[in-house]
């Protein structure tokens, strides 16, 4: 017969007793051997102290697998405390006066203060011996950080490991910080080490932006993700169209006032940036690096690199190793070791053997090429000037001098500082030389010399 009572006070049961305990309970006669075992080890698993309690209790005995156990019925505040995590729900299960496993029903909650972590469920399951506890039906963990960041995660079914302070997730997962929204299946997440990581390709959504990769970790309280194997973003800005502003006003009469800012022009302007890994950070400022082969593509420009940094909303680049800049609306694409790019001034400067390709518009072939020390181009002028050791190689003349100027609306590129012009066998010095690159012509003036034995 059933031993049954009901205690309408609190009740509470401490013990601190090493009992491991399968949940088959199938294997209860190895437990005694495993036990005594592992206590002559030094590497024995140390067990939090639980306590246990409610207002209402009820005892019965109950048959698990083939054997009695008791079975403590809490409820009324009943609540499980294992080390510094509370569990608490409408009606907790304990098997056993060792609080060995638990069944948590109705408004199931977890806190975890030394960790910041609260946790909400339908029901769940406590495990002593696994130091766990599994919520179901859409569980939900929040974090509150110090700096006042939060994050909170839904999935499926999730596995918190008490001691460790780390959670599995399984099925759908979203994630939902001040700076990001994640998506995506299975995650663990590192308290300890302030990283969640999902690994079966997640999407990463931030203003203006949308991420994806083959794996990602973020972390919370650095405001940092790491997108890795096929990063990608896409990013949609609306900016200053400054060409067409520039034409209204020279069209429309400012009356002693600038216009406001519904009258001003913007276009839409989607960024493609991708790479092996991608490392995106918002301390001290927001910054973007894409390491591998990194390649940024807008509508008229496109960056490629081994290494890509871009910061203030993607307005400042520095790319490195191999780079190449196209700008397929100028006809002009640039190559060297490293460049930088501020896309607000349309400024551009390129150093390590840096190289300019003039290209021909329909089908963007090499019509003549530009080499110096240093290049800077000014897109607000349209000018490319390069200094030192300058090189002009069109399909017929070689061109030489200390600095030069390209005007990209004239393509006329304008050679000073002791130039000289090859052709064949016959070099020709002058003042100034000037070069239409794509034409293929050249006119020198200021004074001729002709050069070596050819007088042709």
């Not at 975890?112 to 130091?131: E, I, Q």
């Not at 607000?344 to 089908?363: A, D, H, I, R």
Request: charged share 30%.
């Amino acid at each position: 017969m059933k031993l049954v009572f009901v205690i309408l006070i609190f009740a509470t049961r401490i013990f601190s007793q090493e009992v491991f305990f399968p949940k088959s309970l199938e294997n209860l006669n190895e437990r005694q051997t495993n036990n005594e075992a592992s206590k002559n080890s030094n590497d024995k698993k140390k067990l939090n102290p639980v306590t246990w309690g409610g207002n209402e209790l009820t005892q019965e005995e109950r048959i698990w697998n083939g054997f009695s156990f008791k079975t403590y019925i809490l409820g009324g505040g009943a609540f499980i405390q294992s080390g510094n995590v509370r569990l608490m729900a409408n009606s907790i299960e304990v098997l056993g006066d060792d609080a060995l496993q638990g069944r948590l029903k109705g408004m199931v909650k977890v806190e975890d203060p030394s960790n910041g972590v609260f946790l909400l469920a339908s029901n769940g399951f406590y495990d002593k011996n696994s130091d766990t506890v599994t919520l179901e039906n859409n569980p939900t963990l929040t974090q509150n950080k110090k700096d006042g960041k939060a994050v909170r995660i839904k999935c499926d079914e999730l596995v918190r490991h008490l001691e460790e302070g780390r959670t599995v997730f399984s099925g759908k997962v979203s994630v939902v910080s001040n700076d990001f929204q994640l998506f995506g299946e299975n995650a663990i997440f590192f308290e300890k080490d302030d990283k969640i990581e999902l690994s079966d390709k997640p999407f990463v959504f931030a203003k203006s932006k949308f991420l994806q990769s083959e794996y990602v970790a973020f972390y919370v309280n650095l405001g940092k993700i790491v997108l890795d194997k096929n990063a990608l973003i896409y990013q949609v800005d609306y900016k200053k169209d400054i060409e067409k502003q520039k034409d209204r006003d020279e069209k429309k009469e400012i009356k002693g006032k600038k216009e406001g800012i519904e009258n001003q022009e913007f276009q839409r302007q989607l960024t493609i940036f991708s790479g092996d890994q991608l490392i995106h950070s918002s301390k001290p400022e927001t910054q973007t690096s894409m390491i591998g082969n990194a390649n940024m593509i807008r509508e008229e420009e496109e960056f490629q690199a081994d290494q890509i940094q871009s910061s203030n909303n993607n307005n400042l680049v520095k790319a490195t190793g191999k780079v190449i800049f196209l700008d397929k609306k100028n006809l002009i694409r640039m190559e060297s070791d490293t460049a930088i790019h501020n896309e607000e001034e349309k400024y551009s400067k390129s150093f390590g053997q840096p190289v300019v390709y003039f290209l021909e518009k329909e089908t963007l072939d090499e019509k003549g090429k530009l080499k110096a020390e240093v290049l800077e181009r000014f897109g607000l002028k349209k000018e490319i000037v390069c200094r030192g050791n300058v090189i002009v190689d069109t399909q017929s003349n070689q061109a030489q001098g200390e600095y030069a100027t390209f005007y990209e609306e004239e393509e006329k590129l304008v050679i000073e500082g002791n130039p000289r012009l090859k052709r064949d066998n016959t070099t020709v010095s002058a003042g100034k030389i000037l070069v239409y690159p794509r034409d293929d012509k050249a006119y020198l003036t200021d004074g001729l010399k002709v050069l070596g034995e050819d007088k042709k």
